[in-house]
Structures are given as structure tokens and as C-alpha cells.
């Protein structure tokens, strides 16, 4: 864990591990990959100075042909991510409910590595389209190596995992023009939605501003599936694993999050790389829900069904730990990308259910890594455990470890027998012996049949202005189907949801308002868990836009300033131009970003000071920050001219909006309460 004064946090197994991998070029001769130094890495050697080149150039084939390779196929899915490490520290043992190591003793420190991502696009797609976004932590344990392997989303599409390709089919863009880009606002993927029930819940999800999240580090994560932890003594418990950011749920808009996709395509990503820099640890903490096994058929859900979350209410969420991700990766493609994350892989006191999309995900993951990565992608130093694995694995693409010995064989005298198995009571890997029976069948469970219940518990848990944003999503995703039937369809899917919602989303769409004979589910539940309005806000880390021109009062910024710094506000000074501006009292600040190259998007809250040399083409561009941000809903302040371009727009006595003519110690508190609550929906 870092804090705001150490950029360097101490190594942990992982990242020491890893020391041995690296290679320092700076200040370094130039070799060729056999370490052959080389005179000159500029000019093909050639048959005299305009004569043809000769294919004896060693130094030219060597980096030609390997930068030719330098790019393995990028993840069908999850292609765009970024990553990070860091430590999970156990908070309580959780010995009653498992053997895992990493659970068994408060204080206990594991290294993680966790790489966010986009599902839907290319790794050149913006970062703030809508989508969903993964959440996959890699645990480096005493006892091997722990995949969680979820997104910021609960539940997911569909409940078998025969039916993936075909949801990545729909997903991605169309294959005649290969348009639109990570974006789902496109026939083939609301025709697949409208065509099958079982993604109703998750479509509710989906137009909800959870999958336009402000960053990161301030979203939740899910392991979506159904898995068991098993105890000591062989006892099973259902679980499943949730991630819940520090720092509270702040998500975009969408008008904010297609603008900063021109302002800053790098969004997500830049903002996890600078806060780590800076010290700020992204800090989330693990939660489960637990149920015993003889509750298994006690809910109107199926546990076991992907489509489906488990209501806190009825299951409540215990947090077991927190994770701190305190170091950025040395080099992406090394790490970020060649990362190999698996379901499949589990520890000692962690088991799979029958979820048949689970059970799905346990083939195809590995497959999809052996393709992408080579056969040894679990010797990369991202992908190996802390401490060495024996096996009789050999040969294969690529492979750098050197095993000695002659046998590669169990059941052998020359070695002894080894490496040997070792015994469940003394550590080695166990499979819950879970009972299986019934005909071989390919057939959906009747309890997985409920598609509507959960949708509407979603729907009825939702503030108004989470519902009208969902409204708007839904008129402008279906707004870009082009084929009528593809979206009466999905407005009737909507209506066993919600009828009014299914009424105002044809109105916006051009289609015919759904049949009256269409049941609406009659769930009147609601869970207020699932609602972001419920979230815990807070100041730390948000970007605060500071507007200030030559010539500024140096002692109410000075003041301002104070406050910000310990409401751990980061101001961005934006001014006409780069450089440093003088204030009242001869100090100075450094403009971090002008008018042109900064953006009103991209920050929490403005804050506008200008100066009395101010020109009216400086007021002007003040009022287009100004006017962006408040029609975003953020909080706006100011003192001097500021305040009074603010008046001048009759902003003054509106919701969020803090002006003084005199700045003092009351203002700048009232200011930063207004940061932390962000947004101003009574505007």
C-alpha cells in the first residue's frame, strides 16, 4: 500500500520475482539477440552505396523479421485493457469456510496483479464507450496461482457457454463493413438481445451507467459465477466473490463519456497510471456472499444460473479483505498483454459449481491462451507462480525453462518417483466430491426459465434519474438499429419488464408501442444495493479544472489551495497558454493545460478564477468550460472575475454552483462538500 509521499511501495514476492526479467538498456552498447555488437543499426548493408541489398544482412533480417512478429493476436474479447500490481491483505481467517491459503490469518499479504478491460472493441477503441468492463485479478499465492476472473457487472448474457460465440458474434462489429467500433448500438447485436430472453436482465444492466464508469479505480467488480469454498474439514459453501472500490461508484454520462472519447481516447487508462505514480493506491475491497449448501434450492432464482445475482438482502456481503494496486507494469505488452488470466485456475479450498457457463469458461480460456500466448505462456514471468512447479510437462514453442534429468514420466525408479502427488491432508488439491447424476441431456434447467424477475428488481431498485438515463440509452442504442422489426422486437422484450418504460423507449424509436397481452413481471422488490445513488462519494483523487489567467489574488488561491490538498482534490491549472503565471503576491503557478489542450470533460469540478487582465476571449473560452460543466451536472465555484463571468451566465443561485465575493475558510469547505457529492441532478 502506498500513500501520497511514497512512490516507490515496498516488492512483494511477485514484483521481486520479476526483477529477474527485466533489462536495462539505457546507457548500453547495441547487440544483436546473440549479443554480437553492432556498428551500425541504420543502413542496410548493400552492393555499394546505391546497389542492391544483400540478404547476408543478419543485423537487418534480426529486427525486420522479429518486429514483423512483435504482436501476438490480440484477446477476441478484452482486447483494450491496462493493468497494474499490487497486494490483497486478509482482514479476518475465513478457516470456517476454506483452505485457502490467502484467507487463513488476518494481516496475511498476497501478491495480485489485475488487468481492466473493455469486452466489445479492438485495442484501438476509445475507453469511454459504453460497454462492459473486466475485472480479472490474478492472486499469487503460497500455493499457486488464483484467478478471479469477473467484470464490473454481476450477471452476465447467457446462462451456457455454448452460446458465447454466438454473443461475441452479435457483439462485434458487423462483418460487411466492420462498423461500428466497441459500440453495441447495431442491428446484429440488438437482434441477438431481442431473440433471446435470457439477456433481459443483463440488457437492463447494460443501458444502465454502469457501463460508463469515471474510472477504474471507481467501479465494482464481480465473479459473476457460482463457485465453492471448502473448509478443513471438507465442509462446502456456495460463494460468490465482489469487488467494492474505496473510493465509492462514480460513473460518466453519456454525453461526457462520447466528448472525452475525442478529448482523451486514453482515458481510463491514463487516470489508473497517474494516480499510481502519484501514490495513490487504488484500493478496493473483496466481499462474498455465502450460501450453505442445504439453502441451495431455498430462493426463487437458481444459484447456480449466470443471468442471475444473489439480492444482498436476502445474502448478505461480508468484506474479507482489501486489495491495494500501488505499482504500475515496466512494459505492457510483456505484462498487461501477455497476462494469461483463467477461471480454471483455482487453489486448495476453492471449487467449482455446475454453472454450465462457468463450466463453459474452463475449456475455452486455456484453449484461447494457448493460441494467443504458445504453449509455455505459463513460464512468462506475468503468468508463473512465486515458487517454482514440477511436473513432467516438456519441450514445446518457446519454452525457457531447462528441465534436468532424464525422466519425464510418473510412476518411475530412476527418480524416485518424482516429482510425487501430494496427499489432500497434506496440502495437495482435493476436488469436492459434489454428487452428479442424471441422463446426459442437452437441455436448459427449468429453475434457469425465470428471464423477467430480475429485470424488474433491477428497474425497481433504479433512482429517477438513473431510469431516465436508462431510457436514454435505450432510445439511442435502438435510435442506430436501421431495421424496424429489430427493435419492435426489443421494445417488446422491454414490456415484461416495464410496460411505461417499453411505451416512451417505441415512442423515441419510431416503432408501435407493445401488445396490451404482454405480461409484465409483478416483482415489487426492490434492492438498494444495486442503485449507484447509494454509492459513498468522496474527494480523493478527483481532477478539479482551475481557470486562472496573470495576475491572480495569491492568498484566496493560496487558501483554496490548502483546502484542496486536504480534501486530496488534484487541481488542473488551465489557462490561454502554458508557462508559469504570476499572482498578487509575486508567487507563481505552473499551467498545466491550456484552453486548447485541456477539456472541460475531462475534469470532477471547475474552479474559475481568471484575472484582472483578463481578455474577453479569455471569458469567452472560461464560459464554454463553464457551460460544459454545468450542463453535466458537476460542481462549479469561483472568486474575482471568475464569480463574475459566472453571475453574468445567471448561474449564481443555481444547485452546486459556489460563488464569493470574499473567499475564506466556510466557502472553501463548502466547495469541497460540494466536490464530493459531484453531481447536481436538481439543476
Known amino acids: 500500500m502506498t500513500d501520497n509521499n511514497n512512490r516507490h511501495p515496498e516488492e512483494n514476492k511477485k514484483t521481486k520475482q520479476m526483477q529477474q526479467f527485466y533489462r536495462e538498456n539505457e546507457g548500453k552498447p547495441m547487440t544483436t539477440d546473440e549479443s554480437v555488437k553492432i556498428s551500425d543499426d541504420e543502413n542496410t548493408l548493400s552492393a555499394g552505396d546505391r546497389g542492391p541489398q544483400l540478404l547476408e544482412d543478419f543485423v537487418y533480417r534480426e529486427k525486420l523479421s522479429h518486429f514483423d512478429r512483435e504482436r501476438i493476436p490480440e484477446r477476441n474479447v478484452h482486447a483494450r485493457g491496462y493493468g497494474a500490481h499490487g497486494i490483497f491483505e486478509c482482514y479476518a481467517s475465513q478457516s470456517d469456510l476454506t483452505e485457502a491459503h490467502f484467507l487463513q490469518e488476518a494481516g496475511r499479504k498476497t501478491p495480485v496483479f489485475v488487468r481492466f478491460s473493455q469486452v466489445a472493441g479492438s485495442r484501438g477503441a476509445n475507453e469511454t464507450l459504453r460497454d462492459v468492463r473486466g475485472f480479472a485479478t490474478k492472486f499469487y499465492t503460497e500455493e499457486g496461482i488464483f484467478d478471479l476472473v469477473g467484470n464490473n457487472i454481476p450477471i452476465f448474457f447467457i446462462q451456457d457457454g455454448i452460446k458465447f460465440p454466438d454473443l461475441i458474434h452479435a457483439l462485434k462489429p458487423e462483418p460487411n463493413n466492420e462498423i461500428?467500433?466497441?459500440?453495441?448500438?447495431?442491428?446484429?447485436?440488438?437482434?441477438?438481445?431481442?431473440?433471446?430472453?435470457?439477456?433481459?436482465?443483463?440488457?437492463?444492466?447494460?443501458?444502465?451507467?454502469r457501463t460508463i464508469p469515471r474510472s477504474f479505480r471507481m467501479m465494482q467488480g464481480f465473479g459473476v459465477?457460482?463457485?465453492?469454498?471448502?473448509?478443513?474439514?471438507?465442509?462446502?459453501?456456495?460463494?460468490?466473490?465482489?469487488?467494492?472500490?474505496?473510493?465509492?461508484?462514480?460513473?460518466?454520462?453519456?454525453?461526457?463519456?462520447?466528448?472525452?472519447?475525442?478529448?482523451?481516447?486514453?482515458?481510463?487508462?491514463?487516470?489508473?497510471w497517474e494516480n499510481i505514480e502519484k501514490g495513490y493506491s487504488a484500493e478496493f475491497e473483496l466481499g462474498i456472499q455465502v450460501i450453505r449448501e442445504d439453502q441451495e434450492f431455498d430462493f426463487d432464482f437458481?444459484?447456480?444460473?449466470?443471468?442471475?445475482l444473489w439480492p444482498e438482502e436476502l445474502v448478505p456481503l461480508k468484506k474479507i479483505g482489501k486489495m491495494s494496486l500501488n505499482k504500475n507494469v515496466e512494459n505492457v505488452f510483456a505484462e498487461t498483454e501477455q497476462v494469461a488470466l483463467h477461471p480454471g485456475n483455482i487453489v486448495r479450498g476453492i471449487d467449482f459449481t455446475n454453472d454450465p457457463l462457468l463450466q463453459g469458461r474452463l475449456f475455452s480460456y486455456t484453449d484461447t491462451q494457448f493460441y494467443r500466448v504458445g504453449t509455455n505462456f505459463k513460464q512468462l514471468p506475468i503468468n508463473c507462480p512465486i515458487h517454482t512447479a514440477h511436473n513432467n510437462q516438456r519441450d514445446g514453442a518457446a519454452r525457457y525453462v531447462i528441465d534436468k534429468g532424464q525422466v519425464a514420466y510418473h510412476q518411475n525408479y530412476l527418480a524416485n518417483n518424482t516429482p510425487y502427488p501430494v496427499p489432500g491432508h497434506k496440502g495437495g488439491f482435493v476436488t469436492y466430491p459434489s454428487l452428479v447424476e442424471g441422463r446426459k441431456v442437452r437441455q436448459t434447467a427449468p429453475s434457469?426459465?425465470?428471464?423477467?424477475?430480475?429485470?424488474?428488481?433491477?428497474?425497481?431498485?433504479?433512482?429517477?434519474?438513473?431510469?431516465?438515463?436508462?431510457?436514454?440509452?435505450?432510445?439511442?442504442?435502438?435510435?442506430?438499429?436501421?431495421?424496424?422489426?429489430?427493435?419492435?422486437?426489443?421494445?417488446?422484450?422491454?414490456a415484461h419488464i416495464s410496460r411505461p418504460l417499453a411505451v416512451s423507449v417505441a415512442e423515441q424509436v419510431g416503432v408501435p408501442a407493445p401488445p396490451e397481452d404482454i405480461k409484465e413481471s409483478e416483482v415489487t422488490a426492490s434492492s438498494p444495493a444495486l442503485s449507484m445513488q447509494n454509492t459513498t462519494f468522496t474527494t480523493k483523487t478527483l481532477k478539479l479544472g482551475v481557470i486562472v489567467d496573470e495576475g491572480y489574488d495569491s492568498n484566496a488561491l493560496n487558501s483554496a489551495r490548502e483546502a484542496w490538498k486536504k480534501a486530496e482534490l488534484e487541481p488542473v491549472f488551465i489557462s490561454r497558454h502554458l508557462g508559469d503565471l504570476t499572482g498578487t503576491a509575486g508567487d507563481t503557478i505552473s499551467v498545466d493545460q491550456s484552453f486548447l489542450?485541456?477539456?472541460?470533460?475531462?475534469?470532477?469540478?471547475?474552479?474559475?478564477?481568471?484575472?484582472?487582465?483578463?481578455?474577453?476571449?479569455?471569458?469567452?473560452?472560461?464560459?464554454?468550460?463553464?457551460?460544459?460543466?454545468?450542463?453535466?451536472?458537476?460542481?462549479?465555484?469561483?472568486?474575482?472575475?471568475?464569480?463574475?463571468?459566472?453571475?453574468?451566465?445567471?448561474?449564481?443561485?443555481?444547485?452546486?454552483?459556489?460563488?464569493?465575493?470574499?473567499?475564506?475558510?466556510?466557502?472553501?469547505?463548502?466547495?469541497?462538500e460540494g466536490m464530493a457529492k459531484q453531481r447536481f441532478w436538481d439543476r
Open 180 to 209: 461500428p467500433q466497441g459500440q453495441t448500438a447495431h442491428d446484429i447485436f440488438w437482434d441477438f438481445i431481442g431473440s433471446n430472453e435470457e439477456s433481459a436482465a443483463m440488457m437492463m444492466w447494460i443501458m444502465s451507467d
Open 302 to 308: 437458481d444459484i447456480l444460473d449466470s443471468t442471475k
Open 448 to 494: 434457469f426459465e425465470d428471464h423477467f424477475s430480475q429485470a424488474r428488481l433491477f428497474w425497481n431498485s433504479m433512482s429517477d434519474v438513473e431510469k431516465s438515463h436508462i431510457l436514454q440509452a435505450f432510445s439511442f442504442e435502438l435510435g442506430k438499429v436501421k431495421t424496424p422489426a429489430v427493435r419492435e422486437r426489443v421494445v417488446r422484450l422491454i
Open 597 to 672: 489542450t485541456g477539456s472541460p470533460v475531462l475534469y470532477d469540478g471547475l474552479f474559475v478564477i481568471g484575472g484582472p487582465y483578463a481578455t474577453r476571449d479569455f471569458q469567452f473560452m472560461s464560459n464554454q468550460f463553464i457551460i460544459e460543466q454545468f450542463n453535466h451536472y458537476r460542481p462549479i465555484g469561483g472568486f474575482g472575475k471568475g464569480a463574475e463571468w459566472i453571475k453574468d451566465m445567471y448561474l449564481d443561485h443555481r444547485p452546486g454552483v459556489f460563488v464569493t465575493e470574499s473567499p475564506g475558510p466556510a466557502f472553501n469547505q463548502a466547495f469541497v
Open 225 to 272: 459465477h457460482t463457485f465453492r469454498l471448502v473448509n478443513k474439514d471438507g465442509v462446502s459453501h456456495f460463494c460468490k466473490f465482489h469487488w467494492r472500490p474505496t473510493l465509492g461508484m462514480h460513473s460518466l454520462i453519456w454525453d461526457e463519456a462520447q466528448k472525452i472519447g475525442g478529448a482523451d481516447p486514453d482515458f481510463h487508462r491514463r487516470d489508473l
